[in-house]
Each structure stands twice: as structure tokens, then as C-alpha cells.
Nanobody, 125 residues
Framework: QVQLVESGGGSVQAGGSLRLSCAASGYTYSSYCMGWFRQAPGKERERVAVIDSVGITNYAGAVKGRFTISKDNAKNTLYLQMNSLKPEDTATYYC???????????????????WGQGTQVTVSS
């Protein structure tokens, strides 16, 4: 059974940093696409960053240069380092996995078939 468990959310002031973690179990997560997505109240879930099986990454324009996605295959853990946070980054952040695709990761959240429970990130001005 695939399980994804996020941690690391919280409240910070604008300009601050947070690091999110997503611990995966139940499948060889390193072999497939994984990503971070976020959803603000009243908005659709949107891609933040995705990473494929060989470490190629892709970011949303709004976070490029501020956020970094990475993974530790030995720990089966996905990370999102978030720097220079802005109030508009406030959302629930979700870890997603597409356990059918190793490369050419989709950006659309509906293409990901496993999700964590989400972790709240709140950035105040």
C-alpha cells in the first residue's frame, strides 16, 4: 500500500524559509515521478515542482529560483526547500506520486494517483 506522509509546514513571515518533507512507503518511489502541489482556498490544486526518476526537475514559474525540489532515495523521502516566501505562497502543500511514469512528468495534478494528507504553509506579510 502506497503511503505518502508530509511534514514541515508552519507559519512564517514573508522572506522566511521552510523545508517540507514527504516520506514515501509501499513502492519504489525513486523510480517514478513525484511532485509538490499546493492548493489555496477556492483555487484548484496546482503544480509547484516535480522531479523524475533521474532527478530532472520542473518548476512553476511563480516559485522558480526560490523553491528547490530534491529527493533522498536512501530515505525514500522527497523534499521541498522554500526560500524567500511570499504571502501568495500560503496554501496547503501536498506530495503527489505518479506510480506509472518514470520520466516526462505531468504538471497536472489529476495525473498523479497517490497523495499525502497535506501540510499547511502560512506566510504573513
Amino acid at each position: 500500500q502506497v503511503q505518502l506522509v508530509e511534514s514541515g509546514g508552519g507559519s512564517v513571515q514573508a522572506g522566511g524559509s521552510l523545508r517540507l518533507s514527504c516520506a514515501a512507503s509501499g513502492y519504489t518511489y525513486s523510480s517514478y515521478c513525484m511532485g509538490w502541489f499546493r492548493q489555496a482556498p477556492g483555487k484548484e490544486r496546482e503544480r509547484v515542482a516535480v522531479i523524475d526518476s533521474v532527478g530532472i526537475t520542473n518548476y512553476a514559474g511563480a516559485v522558480k529560483g526560490r523553491f528547490t525540489i530534491s529527493k533522498d532515495n536512501a530515505k525514500n523521502t522527497l523534499y521541498l526547500q522554500m526560500n524567500s516566501l511570499k504571502p501568495e505562497d500560503t496554501a496547503t502543500y501536498y506530495c503527489g506520486a505518479d506510480a506509472s511514469r518514470p520520466r516526462w512528468c505531468f504538471s497536472l495534478s489529476r495525473m498523479y494517483n497517490y497523495w499525502g494528507q497535506g501540510t499547511q504553509v502560512t506566510v504573513s506579510s
